[in-house]
């Protein structure tokens, strides 16, 4: 529900992005670029993509390879997911959020700006990093959940 509801708030960065970028062409062709649109241009898409990767992970839009697994029974496809998770997806995110946290709350602590001319604040942006984390990990566990289910289902435990 949460990956759901942040992707579909999160999707919406994708207009206000694309006015700044049209704007940023326009003022270009024109001779007069502005200092402050790359910026706000790159930190919308970080935070874009970054936002909505557990809405990815929720509906299965990551990059995967499902050549062998395609083949595979519901249930054996449980347990493959169930150990990638504990073996890859887990640990990582523990690493990816453990340094995010770290990251964020260095630029926080430095209240860091942008070495532009314009010298916007990045620690909301790298907020984003640890914010991203804690709702991947979130998904992951709902993934798990999921195919622990397929599990017990084949087993008749929810029938």
């Known amino acids: 529900m949460i990956s759901m ?3 579909k708030v999160f999707s919406y960065f994708l207009i ?3 006015l700044f970028v049209v704007f940023e062409v326009i003022t270009r062709s024109l001779g007069r670029p502005t200092i402050w649109t790359f910026e706000v241009s790159n930190m919308m898409y970080a935070s874009h993509f970054m936002l909505v990767a557990a809405y990815g992970l ?3 839009s990551h990059v995967s390879i499902d ?3 395609s083949n ?6 449980a347990v493959v997911s169930l150990i990638c998770y504990a073996c890859m997806f887990f640990p990582f995110m523990a690493v990816f959020t453990y340094y995010g946290i770290d990251y964020a709350y260095t630029s926080w602590s430095q209240l860091e700006t942008s070495w532009s001319a314009w010298g916007p604040p990045l620690y909301p942006v790298k907020t984003v990093i640890p914010v991203t984390a804690i709702l991947l990990v ?3 566990i709902s993934e798990v959940i999921k195919n622990v289910g397929v599990l017990a289902e084949d087993k008749g435990v929810n029938q």
């Open 5 to 7: 509801w942040t992707g």
């Open 16 to 18: 206000p992005l694309t």
């Open 58 to 60: 929720l509906m299965k």
């Open 67 to 69: 050549l062998i697994s």
């Open 72 to 77: 595979f029974s519901k249930k054996t496809n």
């Open 138 to 140: 979130l998904q992951g």
